[in-house]
């Protein structure tokens, strides 16, 4: 590559201890994760090691309170984090992100003797997370769902599947939303469920377009007992719990594109800069030209949008609309500059040789994940004109 090819994201950060742990995932990604990322994503293998080490290294609980583990660090710079692991391989990004996720309803919504019990290993212990809410007739319409947990005297017991779960089949704990009451969102409750509970298994992992190293899984709950010290929340509290776990999930799947379309734009640059074509590089055409600038100016616009999100949570003020924003500005963005790249590298483009069709089959996913970016726009919509009028005929 060029010298004068892609440079390393120039980062606006709150604090010395900051920019060293941004040093940090670097040399982490540089050494550990890029080199073999197309390899095994190729052979759908499951990097469980790296998790490992990025839990020793106290970067799976970054957001959290230091007090139970976590790495106090503001959300301004715990989406960074994820920015650079989702542009050295989305499998990883994608992955700390859920685990992350799968940590927020204790994190927030937990008694501190629950905190006290299980964030610590959650956080730094080496083990990984998942977040059940979907089901395979439950995706964006959650106060449908149908896993149901019954009472019985001081324990509950699981039953139904859980569809679309990353990490599924390998997650040692799942935060379990399931049905306690009435239908509807008043009657969901959110537990803590180990991942090897008897009775929880999981069916093949999915087949899909990309991001063939994370496995992607129903879960099954046959008869599982939980005691109720597993319970998160109150009884019927649990659609409130996954909402606010899914508002910060959103800013972190927008930092996830963001790196998939850094990784691109990067990949493409310094194609650009290293093809001849016509006596000089192909750098120097004014179309091609244009469209690096586009590219860049979309990456730059959706850093800014989950920055400026991720800000207003670290304040304590509200910030639904601006995550809703977020996820769905960059996953579009990535979807745009990994198809641009692409079309830039020509015919190499649409090899394995190079990563940019990668990038481009793996932010697709980003679009749909965490609420599809149709349901993003609903959110948006709603929080500008007010919920929408319900019209009955009669």
Known sequence: MSEHGPQPVQRRLPTQEARDLLSLVREVAEREIRPRAAEEEAAG?????????????????????????????????YLQVLEELAAAR???????????????????????????DHLPAMLGGGTLGAYCLSEPSSGSDAASLRTRATRDGDEWILDGTKAWITHGGVADFLTVLARTGVEGPRGITAFLVPGDAEGVSAAVPERKMGMNGSPTAQVHFDGVRIPDARRIGDEGQGLTVALSSLESGRLGIAACAVGVAQAALDEALGYMLGREQFGRPIADFQGLRFMIADMATQIEAGRALYLSAARLRDAGVPFGREAAMAKLFCTDAAMRVTTDAVQLLGGYGYTADFPVERYMREAKVLQIVEGTNQIQRMVIARELAGPESVRRAG
Do not use: D, N, W
């Open 45 to 77: 293998r499951f990097p469980r090691e790296i998790f490992t080490l990025l839990s020793e290294s106290g970067l799976l609980g970054l957001p959290y309170s230091e007090e139970f583990g976590g790495g106090g660090q503001p959300y301004e710079v």
């Open 90 to 116: 989305l499998t990883v990004g994608l992955g700390a992100s859920v685990h992350t996720l799968a940590c927020h309803a204790l994190a927030v919504f937990g008694t501190k003797q629950q905190r006290a």
